[in-house]
């Protein structure tokens, strides 16, 4: 999961996907690299209600996935002051 928050490292990673597509300029990553992440917790939960692409039925590997992102820059300059 923490890979496809990153940059990709060389376009091979990208697969089919070598452009960014109409509107994804600028592209934006998460993370510049992975090794950059400094704290990870993860909490459980039931999921009590049908993903959206179930058709209303219950599967049994659907998962809801919600990211909480707290940054921090790795250097301060004034474009990311606001971080701070």
Known sequence: ???ALRM???AKELGP???PAVGEDPFYVLLQDDKLLSHVSV???VLL???PTA???FLA???RLVITVELKPYRVDVYNL???
């Open 43 to 45: 909490e459980t939960d």
């Open 1 to 3: 999961m923490f890979d």
């Open 8 to 10: 990709p490292h060389d």
């Open 82 to 84: 606001h971080f701070n």
């Open 49 to 51: 209600e049908p993903t």
């Open 61 to 63: 590997n659907d998962t």
């Open 55 to 57: 058709n209303g039925q």
């Open 17 to 19: 996907y070598t452009t």
